[in-house]
């Protein structure tokens, strides 16, 4: 008895050595645990501070984009608004000069002149209306400066125009080529087209098919032109103008005389071409 109660003691002391063991060696590994989840919690709260800091620059240099550009549109809107002026006291002046010039060649040519310089203006104005964007409505831009024209041209005579457009939108490299030739072909047909007082019309179309290649014409019903007619050896600086102008923005010229003179331009209005041209 004295033998089996010393075993069953000993046995006793084991299972709570054992036990003691068990709960050391699970304190252990808990107090691991804890360490590691510590660890991760600070790597955590790291991590937290960073995106913070990161959202705080990524917003600071957002603020600084927006006053970047919106500086840049301011620049770009004085820029576009101060040429548009530059340009319409030049043609104030020259106006002013071909009214004092007695020569009638030299007046005329000067009032051609003005009214080219008149068209650039023209379509500065429509970039600084346009919140400082580098393109423009080009078939606005068209039915403005026709009535102009008709304003200066047709002032006592039975010529209307006909002014037929798309909403085209086309860059300002070659929106200033195109209304130059605009100016040349509408101005030319007021003082040609029909001589001795005649009545007549004179049509303006621009149109843009769906793959983005854009048609202008002007033509009319007049007198046509003289036959054997040389662009290139014209008295008239405006003729010669366009077939350089049209080549600029790599648009193919077309010439048709058959019951009066109908002008017309086929290019691409898209920025890879005007990339390409350049």
């Given at each position: 008895m004295v033998y089996q109660s010393d075993c069953a003691e000993t046995v006793n002391c084991v299972e709570l050595s054992k036990?003691?063991?068990?709960?050391?060696?699970?304190?252990?590994?808990?107090?691991?645990?804890?360490?590691?989840?510590?660890?991760?919690?600070?790597?955590?709260?790291?991590?937290?501070?960073?995106?913070?800091?990161?959202?705080?620059?990524?917003e600071q240099q957002e603020a600084?984009?927006?006053?970047m550009l919106a500086e840049k549109d301011?620049?770009?809107?004085?820029?576009y608004h101060r040429i548009k002026n530059n340009l319409q006291l030049i043609s104030s002046l020259?106006?002013?000069?071909?009214?004092?010039?007695?020569?009638?060649?030299?007046s005329a040519a000067l009032t051609d002149?003005?009214?080219?310089?008149?068209?650039?203006?023209?379509?500065?104005?429509?970039l600084y209306g346009n919140g400082c964007n580098d393109e423009i409505n080009f078939g606005q831009f068209t039915r403005s400066l026709v009535g102009e024209l008709s304003s200066s041209y047709a002032v006592g005579?039975?010529?209307?125009?006909?002014?037929?457009?798309?909403?085209v939108t086309l860059h300002a490299e070659k929106a200033i080529p195109c209304g130059l030739i605009v100016n040349e072909l509408v101005s030319n047909a007021f003082k040609y087209a029909y001589p001795s007082g005649q009545g007549g019309e004179i049509r303006v179309n621009l149109a843009e098919d769906p793959a983005g290649?854009?048609?202008?014409?002007?033509?009319?019903?007049?007198?046509?032109?003289p036959?054997?007619?040389?662009?290139?050896?014209?008295?008239?600086?405006?003729?010669?103008?366009?077939?350089p102008l049209a080549r600029q923005i790599g648009a193919t010229l077309t010439v048709n005389q058959q019951g009066g003179t109908s002008v017309s331009i086929a290019f691409d209005g898209s920025d890879r071409a005007l990339a390409a041209s350049s």
């Open positions: 036990s003691g063991n068990d709960m050391s060696r699970r304190e252990a590994e808990l107090s691991a645990k804890v360490a590691e989840l510590r660890v991760a919690l600070e790597d955590l709260e790291s991590l937290k501070i960073r995106y913070f800091n990161f959202c705080h620059q990524s600084q984009w927006s006053r301011i620049a770009m809107k004085e820029m020259m106006r002013m000069q071909a009214e004092l010039v007695t020569e009638r060649h030299a002149c003005q009214q080219r310089i008149r068209s650039m203006a023209l379509i500065h104005e429509h005579t039975q010529i209307r125009c006909a002014v037929n457009t798309n909403p290649r854009i048609t202008l014409s002007i033509s009319d019903h007049g007198v046509g032109l036959a054997g007619f040389d662009w290139s050896n014209s008295h008239s600086m405006g003729l010669p103008l366009v077939e």
